[in-house]
């Protein structure tokens, strides 16, 4: 799937995704979009629930899984943090301030090699993902000081 910005038609891509188009779709597509970052269901819901105050937060839990389902997002969990949700379903991987929670995106240039243990055979990788910890500039900037 293209990777999407603020000229994405949301209403055409729902329904190319075979969605009913809804409000409460477009607008949490929208809030995505152009959202700098990766999203917890309740900063989505905080966002639009002024626009739409009979939305609930399992509407909008609901709806991201779903859009996660058919590749429109990328679902991101950490241990038992909440679900991050990632506009960007490209391949790619995350840095993670261990201070402050931010994530970055970053890639590599090709595909790792992966070698599995003797009681893993047959096991088929599907999907992976990386996550490096550490310090963001602004968390060390403010320890610092």
Known sequence: MQRLSSDTNIPKLLKDVGLRVTPQREAILNFLINHDGHATVDEIYQAIHPTFPSLSV???YNTVKHFGEIGLVKEITFGDAASRFDI???PHHH???KKCGKLFDFYLPQTPA??????A??????D?????????LSCRNRESK
């Open 95 to 97: 840095l993670v301030c």
């Open 121 to 126: 055979a047959g096991f088929e990788v599907e």
């Open 128 to 136: 992976y993902h990386l996550e490096v910890k550490g310090t963001c």
């Open 88 to 90: 960007n379903v490209e």
């Open 114 to 119: 992966i070698t599995l243990p003797p009681d």
């Open 58 to 60: 399992s509407t909008v």
